[in-house]
């Protein structure tokens, strides 16, 4: 297993899959020629010569990377907008998501922008709700999974040798199993064992799917900053913390981790996207968040396939919403790849 | 002498593997699935389930329990349904060919048309076709595949038939009324689902393509190919093809358990009568009787998948072969 290809945080979730090394956009799409901006260094090393700008910080420099990156800057937007949609479905929308309207199947209409559902439920005011899920699920996914992936990641680069090893082929083992159905029966876990359901909360919770998934998300961000802190361990400025007494906690902490934080910011956004993806097709398999209240944009999508001949804004919907928001936060990870982690993107 | 032992110890690793994989599945089903939910109910004595419980040796420890399950399976003894009551073999081994009926022909298009797409992509780098590629396949990562098989059906068979009055495809089950086997019915039956299956894999597969070839054509031995007057189709297809498909057979080999997720999502849009729905239907019934076998053939599945990875990798790229 030592020789498998490369797997990518973020994509290998999501689609299931690992992804190889350059599914990101090519410039031509984002970020026209954003390697020829030349980086910091020189117009900071130089400050002292004749011709010396003012040095631009790290931060203006990802900045003006960022800037370059034309899907990213559009995601960015479109997903702020959307976000203040679902946070405040009032704006658009005075129907509850579980209130009924006395209208069942009915195509979009200048009352039901979105339609009714099969038992007479607003569309969109169901897809602005079930958004507060999928997107709550999405980050805090990511989250969770990054503190797990992080410390596993930096515990296992710094320390190196056995235990190194030993958080690696853990690592692989995860990454081995095959995630949709790993993660269905362990969503089942909480019905039969009553640990389980005051862990992580009854069966078909949002609290007990973000675990689920979040124990199955970590490995891309572990595999990552491993590499990132290996990288590191040598250089000077780890040495010098540690002649000056530093403690091993302290070396990580303060100085290995912070150097990562361009990796980890671009893999937890990848891992919204590949998590967001992840509990819509569990939910739409019946085994995510249970629909009977709480609507999201997978469970609004379980059981309409008998549907797609008369009502197809049922799939429409809720679809393009998943599809959006995805294509959103991918884009905008991978503006952010080029502005805080350019080393990472392969010269093509 | 160095191939033979890495190839025997990589044998013993996936034994091992086999070995604890099986265990943690049949912990996970026993914690997962109460096997006497189909006795709950009014007029249940407590007799009865005691004497259902001795029949599966549900009491035994839990050690007795795994290897009395794994003895029979291993001989071939599947049991039967607890809910059903009919063998488990003969019900399994139709979904399991269904299955594979519908993951050969996805495969199938999905090598196809990744290495195609792959190639054009590499050898017209920054093309127009190059950079829809790249788009394309960034946005098809962005669809999850059952939300693909439910547009698939709305835009293909429904939009078609307002179109052209009529759609050469079906949207389920393998077969119409009164057809069977697998002729021109299965393939109109077969082919949006074999889509569905293959677009995510397509896009990876290109794009993994593409850098292996790009790699490829920068190396010595093709500007060699091409000094010594090899025609550019050959150079392209018998010398960089060729080695920049290594990688990606090993890929392939690995990827069974993402192929895996995408045909459970996609029978269930489709309503393939396929192995994903077997096990939907076994693990709401809560019954593990068809769950554990089931599972085990997919993770011994998976397992056996990667170790043929590994070894191809030896035998496809020499420069790999370490002892």
């Known amino acids: 297993m030592a020789d498998t290809p490369a797997i990518r945080a973020g994509a290998d979730g999501g689609t299931f899959r690992a992804v190889p090394p350059d599914t990101a956009v090519p410039s031509e799409l984002g970020a026209p020629g954003n390697q020829n901006l030349a980086p910091g260094p020189t117009t900071v090393l130089g400050s002292g010569g004749p011709a010396s700008r003012k040095p631009l910080s790290p931060g203006r420099l990802a900045w003006r990377r960022f800037r370059r990156h034309k899907a990213a800057m559009v995601s960015a937007v479109v997903l702020i907008l959307l976000s203040i949609f679902v946070m405040f479905p009032g704006l658009l929308t005075d129907w509850g998501p579980n209130e009924g309207t006395g209208v069942r199947l009915e195509g979009p209409s200048s009352d039901h922008w979105f339609g009714t559902d099969t038992i007479s439920r607003d569309m969109l005011s169901r897809v602005l709700h079930g958004g507060q899920i999928s997107l709550q699920v999405g980050l805090a996914v990511a989250i969770v999974a990054a503190v797990i992936g992080t410390v596993v990641g930096v515990v296992a680069g710094y320390y190196g040798g056995v235990l190194d090893n030993l958080l690696m082929r853990v690592t692989d083992l995860f990454l081995a199993l095959p995630l949709l159905i790993a993660l269905i029966i362990m969503g089942r876990l909480p019905q039969r064992q009553a640990w389980a359901e005051t862990l992580i909360g009854p069966i078909g919770s949002v609290r007990s799917i973000v675990t689920i998934l979040s124990l199955f998300f970590w490995m891309g961000m572990a595999r990552i900053v491993r590499g990132v802190v290996l990288s590191l361990k040598e250089k000077e400025y780890v040495e010098a913390a540690r002649a000056l007494g530093a403690s091993d906690l302290r070396i990580m902490a303060r100085h290995l981790v912070p150097n990562c934080a361009g990796a980890i910011v671009v893999t937890v956004t990848l891992n919204v996207a590949a998590a967001i993806i992840t509990e819509s097709t569990l939910s739409f398999l019946g085994f995510g968040v249970q629909s009977a209240t709480t609507p999201t944009w997978g469970n609004m999508l379980n059981g309409v396939e008998g549907y797609t001949r008369t009502a197809p804004h049922l799939v429409w919907f809720p679809g393009l919403a998943i599809i959006i928001t995805v294509l959103c936060v991918n884009f905008l990870g991978d503006g952010l790849r080029d502005a805080l982690d350019p080393k990472q993107r392969k010269e093509a | 002498m160095a191939v033979l032992s890495y190839v025997i110890r990589r044998l013993g690793w996936a034994v091992l593997t086999m070995f604890a994989a099986s265990v943690i599945v049949f912990a ?77 022909v996805a495969f199938a298009i999905t090598v196809v048309f990744g290495v195609l797409i792959g190639t054009i992509s590499a050898v017209k780098q920054y093309s127009w076709f190059d950079n829809a590629a790249t788009g394309a396949s960034f946005i098809g990562l962005s669809i999850p595949t059952f939300l693909f098989g439910l547009l698939l059906q709305i835009v293909l068979v429904l939009k078609f038939q307002d179109w052209f009055g009529g759609t050469p495809f079906y949207t389920s089950r393998m077969n119409s009324p009164g057809e069977s086997g697998f002729g021109i019915d299965r393939l109109r039956h077969l082919v949006l689902p074999a889509l569905t299956v293959a677009v995510q894999g397509i896009a990876v597969y290109s794009r993994y393509m593409r850098a292996s070839m790009l790699e490829v054509l920068n190396s010595d031995y093709l500007r060699t190919a091409r000094a010594k007057g090899v025609s550019e189709r050959r150079v392209i297809v018998r010398h960089a093809m060729r080695n920049a498909l290594i990688p990606l057979t090993t890929f392939a080999a690995i990827d069974v358990g993402a192929i895996l997720a995408g045909l459970v999502v996609t029978e269930q849009v489709f309503e393939w009568p396929g192995m994903a729905r077997y096990f939907l239907v076994a693990l709401q019934d809560g019954d593990y009787v068809r769950v554990l076998p089931w599972l085990m053939i997919v993770v011994f599945a998976v397992i056996i998948f990667n170790l043929i990875a590994d070894l191809l990798y030896g035998v496809l790229d020499p420069r790999i072969r370490v002892g």
Do not use: C, H
Request: glycine share 10%; hydrophobic share 35%.
């Open chain 2, 28 to 104: 996970a089903v026993k914690a997962t699935t109460d096997p006497a939910a189909s006795l709950r109910g009014p007029g249940i004595r407590a007799e009865d389930v005691q004497r259902f419980r001795d029949d599966l040796g549900l009491d035994k420890g839990n050690v007795e329990q795994y290897t009395t399950w794994m003895g029979n399976f291993l001989t071939g003894d599947l049991g039967e349904s607890l809910k059903t009551r009919r063998p488990v073999w003969p019900d399994l081994r139709t979904a399991i060919w269904n299955t594979v009926q519908l993951g050969v």
